[in-house]
C-alpha cells in the first residue's frame, strides 16, 4: 500500500488518525463523572476508535466543497473533514458556542465549512439527505459529490435502498459507505442477515460495489479516489463496504467486553489490526519516522485538545429564551 503514496502524505493520513484517537480517548476519559449532576457532557456519546481509517481514507480524498453525511457515530468523519474540534466539544457540553449552538450534542455535528453536511442518530436517515445533496449537485452543474458514512445496521432500513434505487436511476455522484463494525448495538451481523457479503446488495440496483479492509487507511484512500473520480465525471454512485470494528461499547466511553455479546477473543483478534498502529509501524520501518516524529504530533494535538475543551468549559450556556431558534454556526 505505500508505493502508491509518498511518505509525507502517508505522515498525513497517520496524524489524521492518530489525531482522531487522541482526541476520542480524551472524551472517553472526561465523559464519566462520580456523580450525576457532575457530568458536563450529558448527551450520549457514541466513539470511533478503532474505526479511524474509514472515515480518513475516504476524506483525504474528498474536496472542501464536497458534503458528507453522517450517523449517531459521527465525531471521527467530522474531524476526518476539518469539522472545528472547538465547535464540537462546545456541542457536547451545550454550549451556545457549539456547531448546533449546544441544542444536539454528539450525534448533531454540523460544520458547513468543511462540507459536513449533518450528522442524525436515527439509523439510516442521513442517507436519503446525502442523496438529495448529491441530486442538487447535479441540477447546479457542480462535479462536487457527496458521501454517506453508516454502520451495517443500516443496510436494513427500507430507506437505504430506495435511496440506492433513486442514486443509481439519476446517476448520481454519490457514495455509499458503510463502516461495518459487524454489530448493531449487541447484535451480530450473522444474526441479523443472511449469509452474504453486503456489497452483493449494489447488484441488484446496477451499481459498482466495492468491499475492503477498513484497517487499511492507504487501502481505503486508493478505492475512495476511483469511486470519487467516478462520481465526479458522471458515472454515478457506488456502494462501498470496509471491514472494521469499534473497541469502545456502543454507547458510552467504557469497554464492554464483559457483557458476552462479543468475546475478548474477538476483540483481541480486532484490537491486533488498529489502523493507528499499522501505520506506525509502516512509517518506522519504511520511511524513518521515529518516537520523537511522533512525540511532536502528540504535543500539537494535545495542546488542541486542551484548548477545545477549555473553550467548552468556558462558553456560556444558550439563553432559555432562544431554545426555539434556528442555529446555525
Request: proline content about 5%; charged content about 25%.
Amino acid at each position: 500500500m505505500h508505493a502508491t503514496f509518498p511518505a509525507s502524505e502517508l505522515k498525513a493520513m497517520f496524524q489524521s488518525m492518530l489525531r482522531i484517537r487522541l482526541i476520542e480517548e480524551a472524551i472517553a476519559d472526561k465523559y464519566p463523572a462520580d456523580k450525576p449532576e457532575n457530568q458536563k457532557m450529558r448527551c450520549p456519546v457514541h466513539l470511533s476508535i478503532g474505526q479511524e481509517a474509514v472515515p480518513v481514507g475516504i476524506c483525504e480524498e474528498l474536496r472542501n466543497d464536497d458534503q458528507i453525511g453522517l450517523t449517531h457515530r459521527c465525531h471521527a468523519p467530522y474531524l476526518a473533514k476539518g469539522g472545528d474540534l472547538r465547535a464540537m466539544i462546545a456541542e457536547m457540553y451545550g454550549k451556545e458556542t457549539g456547531c448546533c449552538g449546544g441544542r444536539g450534542g454528539s450525534m448533531h455535528l454540523y460544520d458547513d465549512a468543511a462540507g459536513v453536511l449533518t450528522s442524525l442518530p436515527i439509523v439510516g436517515s442521513v442517507i436519503p439527505i446525502a442523496v438529495g445533496a448529491a441530486l442538487a449537485m447535479q441540477q447546479v452543474g457542480s462535479d462536487a459529490v457527496s458521501v454517506s458514512f453508516f454502520g451495517d445496521a443500516a443496510s436494513e432500513e427500507g430507506v437505504f435502498h430506495e435511496s440506492m434505487n433513486f442514486a443509481a436511476l439519476k446517476k448520481l455522484p454519490t457514495i455509499f459507505a458503510i463502516e461495518n463494525n459487524h454489530y448493531s448495538v449487541y447484535t451480530s451481523l450473522s444474526d441479523r442477515q443472511p449469509d452474504r457479503p453486503l456489497e452483493k446488495m449494489a447488484e441488484a440496483y446496477g451499481m459498482p460495489a466495492f468491499h475492503g479492509d477498513g484497517n487499511d487507511v492507504a487501502g481505503v484512500r486508493i478505492a475512495a479516489r476511483e469511486a470519487i473520480e467516478r462520481a465526479r465525471t458522471g458515472g454515478g454512485p457506488t456502494l462501498m463496504v470496509f471491514d472494521t470494528y469499534r473497541w469502545r461499547e456502543h454507547c458510552g466511553p467504557n469497554y464492554d467486553n464483559h457483557i458476552g455479546y462479543r468475546s475478548e477473543g474477538e476483540f483481541q483478534h480486532w484490537k491486533e489490526k488498529c489502523p493507528v498502529e499499522t501505520m506506525r509501524r509502516l512509517l518506522k520501518q519504511e520511511h524513518g519516522f521515529g518516537d520523537d516524529d511522533e512525540a511532536v504530533m502528540v504535543t500539537v494535538i494535545n495542546s488542541e485538545i486542551e484548548d477545545a475543551f477549555v473553550y467548552a468549559e468556558n462558553s456560556p450556556l444558550p439563553d432559555a429564551e432562544t431554545a426555539g431558534d434556528l442555529v446555525y454556526a
